[in-house]
Every structure is written in structure tokens, then in C-alpha cells.
């Protein structure tokens, strides 16, 4: 289903929407109990009172006096410009939908919130779920509310009786209204408001400032990512970068695809877990034609990823992006040291290694200057971690080159050194780098076509994300979350932007 925000403009010719929703001083001194109304809130039936097209002006809703046990305060309600105020249909523009039948305050929970009573248009016939068409009504159930955008912090419902339908075609369904998708209680306009703001700030903190539930919140996100995913432009992507995070405890990865084209970067696609069947999902939603098509593809040497990728898009530069690769020497330092560590204890000698590890990690311009009098104390001393952590410092260097050749003679006499030093984690990382040299070197000859730094970029923003983020147990919660800050998504255009 296509759907559609409700903004000011659509709800008629009075544009503004403080006149739309009655605040505007036009009070009419009567009383309508908002409980009252429950059976058939909104619904034009002869037996309530409420005015008929065709008696325009004539009746007036039936007072009926408020009994003690409800508690309800309600203020006197303001009348609006009936018909002329109406939602329009956007299956039928131009069309109404619904017609506005009271406003009023009433309170929830001792707050005060805004009433906005709707009733479909007369002599309407509503819209089945099934096909679309309009169709003869069946029956109208209960008055549901709506939430829509607050006003001044005060909380706004649309009151409306939704009718069934009798369908020839689709038996009984429950009408479709332009409002509100599906089973929702927040209206679209209100979803699209929450979405836009949980950009912007966590869920929790939009939940708390707009007075309503994280669950809420999650909702309004989904929306606007299964929309947004509906609608995404998939046509000239280049480069695709493809990454994995781990998330919960334990071995858990999801495997994350970026665009990382110049004029483009943005999370494309999540799946979880990252075999060989998890790479292989995103080429099918991706299409053949477009990973035919693809220049680059930028990934870690994880086994998997490298076999879908020479099946999927063989006649792509496939580059061992620099990201990965010290993210392997850096895991390899932290194994020698913990050993190590380990080790000295055992052996009764000076704690040395003791906090050392984010010493041995960093790069050196990025130390403090106690950081590097500490790194330059402890580089005297002939450490299996202070050896590793040299090599890792020295394959620096491998980055800096421009022609492939060189290069890869620099690999080479790299990989010779490491599998000289006894350190079984380094020699480790030397093998790996040896089997895929030709994918590493395509690094040199893809240089300057893609942006080299955006994977880290988008996996620091990825971790950030999920860590941020208490409350996203599930995949899909993490999912719509790292679809919905990373994913650029398109939006629908509306008339009006609330934030
Ligand atoms: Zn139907």
C-alpha cells in the first residue's frame, strides 16, 4: 500500500492548521461527554444528532449531561467548518475521505489531550482492503484513536469508527482509511515525524520527549524503512564494500554491504551471519544485471566472502581493503601480548605488559604524549609483543606505495620477516596476506576510484549504532536501526515538515 502523510494542507481550505485542529477562540458552550460517544464516535447515524449534509447547519449534536462516575473533564468543544475541513482521500485526489466532526479536549492519564472526531463523508462508500475498490459496507466497529503529532506538547488524537466492508470480491475486510496504514495507532504523518526525529536522537530519548513508547518509536521507524526500501534507487552503483559486525555475545556476525562510490555511500544491505548463504542473499536481492555491472568490490579475506564475490562479480577489481587487513595484525599483537603477559607472570618477572595493550594498538600519532613515553619505555625491552608490534609499524610502509610491482616486493620481504620471528599469530597473518597478494595489490590499482577510508567509516558508525542502542535484542530491531542511520533512505514528499 502506498502511504500518505496527513499534513495541514490536506485538511482543507483552511490551511492553517490551528484553525484546522479548533484551537482557534471559536468556542460553542456545550457539553459532549467523549465517553458517550464510544458506540459510534464520528459515525453519522439519525438517532445522534450530528447534522446531515443535506441539513446543513440545522441539528446540533445532543447535549447529554456527564454523569459522576466518569471523571472525564471535558472542555466545551469547538465546531468546525464541517465538510470544508475534511482529509482528502489520496486514492481519489480530491476526494474527501472523512469530515471533521468535533474537537474537544479530554484528559488520559491526567494529561490533557486534543480530540479530533472524524466521520467518513456522506454517502460515501469505503475502500476495501483487499482490491482497493470501493465497496458497500458491511458494518462500523468501535471508535479507534489515532495519535497524531502534539500540539504545544499536547498529545493529539483522530477519533474514528472504522467501517468494514462487504466485498464481493474479498469477503469482509476492515476499510482503509488515508490516515493510518494497516493496524496502526499512530498516524502516518505522526510516524513519519517519530522516524525523522529517532535520526536525530536514540529511541528512548524520542519516545520520552514525544511522550510516547520506545515500541512506538520502533514502529515509526520500521514504517519509514520498509518504505524507504520499497522506494530505493538501485541504478549506477560502482563500488560495493562489504563488511561484517559482530553483535550480542559470542560469535554472532551480521554481514553489512555498503555503496561506496564517490558520489554515494550508504548501507545498502544486512544479513545475518556471514557463510557463504548470507553473501549469496544479498546478489540475489542486489540482481544479476547490477552485479554484473559492479567495478569494485571491497572486502575482508574472509573465505566465504571471497568465494561468492569471484562467483557473483567476477569482472569486478576485487580489493583487500587496508581496514581489514591491520585490523588482523592489531588482533594478532593482542594475541602475542596476552600470551606474553601470561607468561612473565608465570615466570615471576616485573608486570612490563601490564596496560599496555592500547600502546602496542594505536597508531603512534594518535598516542598522548604520557602514551609515548610509556611506548618508548617499553620498546627497550626485547618483548615478543614489542617485536610484533614493530612489524605491524613497519607494514605500514606497504600502504604508501603507488606502483602495484613495488609494492609487492615490499609484501614479499614483509612476509619473509614475519614468518622469521617466531611469533606464531604474526606468521599467521603473513601466510594469509601471501595466499591473496594479487587481491592485495589490487588495492594499489584501484586507488583513487574508491574512497579507501569508507568501510572503517561505516563500521565504526555500524558498532556505534548497535551499541547505542539498548533495547535491539532482535535482528530486526538492529536491522530497521542500522537501515534507518546509515541506509540514506528516500522519504515520501510531503506538503509539510514537522521537524
Ligand atoms: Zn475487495
Known amino acids: 500500500?502506498?502511504?500518505?502523510?496527513?499534513?495541514?494542507?490536506?485538511?482543507?481550505?483552511?490551511?492553517?492548521?490551528a484553525v484546522a485542529t479548533g484551537v482557534a477562540p471559536r468556542p460553542v458552550p456545550q457539553l459532549v461527554p467523549f465517553a458517550r460517544t464510544g458506540g459510534d464516535g464520528g459515525?453519522?447515524?439519525?438517532?445522534?444528532?450530528?447534522?446531515?449534509?443535506?441539513?446543513?447547519?440545522?441539528?446540533?449534536?445532543?447535549?447529554?449531561?456527564?454523569?459522576?462516575?466518569?471523571?472525564?473533564?471535558?472542555?466545551?468543544?469547538?465546531?468546525?467548518?464541517?465538510?470544508?475541513?475534511?482529509?482528502?482521500?489520496?486514492?481519489e485526489p480530491g476526494r474527501k475521505a472523512a469530515v471533521y466532526t468535533t474537537i474537544r479536549f479530554a484528559k488520559q492519564l491526567g494529561k490533557t489531550v486534543l480530540e479530533i472526531g472524524l466521520r467518513p463523508r456522506a454517502h460515501s462508500q469505503p475502500l476495501c482492503a483487499g482490491c482497493g475498490q470501493r465497496c458497500p459496507g458491511y458494518d462500523t466497529?468501535?471508535?479507534?484513536?489515532?495519535?497524531?503529532?502534539?500540539?504545544?506538547?499536547?498529545?493529539?488524537?483522530?477519533?474514528?469508527?472504522?467501517?468494514?466492508?462487504?466485498?464481493p470480491t474479498c469477503a469482509i475486510h476492515v476499510e482503509v482509511v488515508p490516515w493510518v496504514q494497516g493496524k496502526h495507532h499512530l498516524t502516518?504523518?505522526?510516524?513519519?515525524?517519530?522516524?525523522?526525529?529517532?535520526?536525530?536522537?536514540?529511541?528512548?530519548?524520542?519516545a520520552e520527549a514525544f511522550q510516547t513508547s520506545w515500541s512506538s518509536v520502533f514502529r515509526a521507524v520500521e514504517m519509514a524503512v520498509l518504505w524507504g526500501r520499497d522506494h530505493v534507487d538501485l541504478s549506477g552503483i560502482k563500488a560495493v564494500g562489504i563488511d561484517e559486525i559482530q553483535w550480542q555475545r559470542g560469535h554472532h556476525y551480521l554481514t553489512l554491504v555498503y555503496q561506496i562510490d564517490e558520489h554515494c555511500k550508504r548501507l545498502l544491505w544486512i544479513g545475518k551471519d556471514r557463510k557463504v548463504k548470507t553473501l549469496l542473499r544479498f546478489f540475489r536481492w542486489f540482481g544479476k544485471e547490477r552485479g554484473k555491472v559492479l567495478e569494485f568490490v571491497c572486502s575482508d579475506m574472509w573465505k566465504p566472502y571471497l568465494l561468492v564475490i569471484a562467483n557473483n562479480a567476477n569482472q569486478a577489481l576485487h580489493v583487500l581493503d587496508r581496514f581489514h587487513i591491520?585490523?588482523?595484525?592489531?588482533?594478532?599483537?593482542?594475541?602475542?601480548?596476552?600470551?606474553?603477559?601470561?607468561?612473565?607472570?608465570?615466570?615471576?618477572?616485573?608486570?612490563?605488559?601490564?596496560?599496555?595493550?592500547?600502546?602496542?594498538?594505536?597508531?603512534?600519532?594518535?598516542?598522548?604524549?604520557?602514551?609515548?613515553?610509556?611506548?618508548?619505555?617499553?620498546?627497550?625491552y626485547n618483548l615478543r609483543s614489542v617485536r610484533s608490534y614493530l612489524?605491524?609499524?613497519?607494514?605500514?610502509?606497504?600502504?604508501?606505495?603507488?606502483s602495484p610491482a613495488w609494492a609487492g616486493r615490499f609484501l614479499d620481504g614483509w612476509c619473509k620477516k614475519a614468518m622469521r620471528s617466531r611469533l606464531e599469530p604474526m606468521k599467521k597473518v603473513a601466510r594469509m596476506l601471501r595466499a591473496h597478494r594479487d587481491l592485495l595489490l589490487n588495492w594499489f590499482r584501484a586507488r583513487g576510484t574508491i574512497s579507501s577510508g569508507s568501510v572503517e567509516g561505516f563500521n565504526n558508525k555500524a558498532k556505534l549504532t548497535t551499541r547505542k542502542a539498548y533495547g535491539f535484542r532482535?535482528?530486526?530491531?538492529?536491522?530497521?536501526?542500522?537501515?534507518?542511520?546509515?541506509?540514506?533512505?528516500?522519504?515520501?514528499?510531503?506538503?509539510?515538515r514537522f521537524c
Open 474 to 496: 532482535t535482528f530486526r530491531a538492529i536491522e530497521v536501526a542500522l537501515y534507518h542511520t546509515l541506509g540514506s533512505l528516500p522519504e515520501p514528499e510531503s506538503t509539510h
Open 326 to 380: 591491520m585490523a588482523h595484525l592489531s588482533k594478532a599483537i593482542d594475541e602475542v601480548r596476552a600470551a606474553e603477559v601470561k607468561d612473565l607472570k608465570a615466570k615471576g618477572y616485573q608486570p612490563v605488559l601490564t596496560r599496555t595493550r592500547w600502546l602496542l594498538l594505536k597508531r603512534p600519532e594518535n598516542l598522548t604524549g604520557v602514551q609515548e613515553g610509556k611506548l618508548t619505555d617499553l620498546l627497550r
Open 391 to 402: 612489524l605491524k609499524e613497519d607494514f605500514q610502509l606497504f600502504w604508501e606505495y603507488v
Open 141 to 167: 466497529s468501535e471508535p479507534r484513536r489515532y495519535e497524531f503529532v502534539p500540539l504545544w506538547g499536547i498529545k493529539v488524537f483522530f477519533v474514528y469508527a472504522r467501517r468494514r466492508t462487504n466485498c
Open 188 to 206: 502516518t504523518t505522526f510516524s513519519w515525524f517519530l522516524a525523522r526525529w529517532a535520526k536525530r536522537l536514540s529511541w528512548k530519548e524520542v
Open 43 to 91: 459515525q453519522e447515524r439519525p438517532g445522534m444528532g450530528w447534522r446531515s449534509d443535506s441539513r446543513r447547519g440545522e441539528a446540533r449534536p445532543k447535549k447529554h449531561p456527564v454523569p459522576d462516575s466518569e471523571k472525564m473533564e471535558v472542555q466545551p468543544h469547538h465546531r468546525l467548518g464541517g465538510e470544508r475541513d475534511a482529509v482528502e482521500d489520496y486514492l
Open 1 to 17: 500500500m502506498r502511504p500518505v502523510s496527513i499534513s495541514p494542507s490536506s485538511l482543507g481550505p483552511s490551511t492553517d492548521f
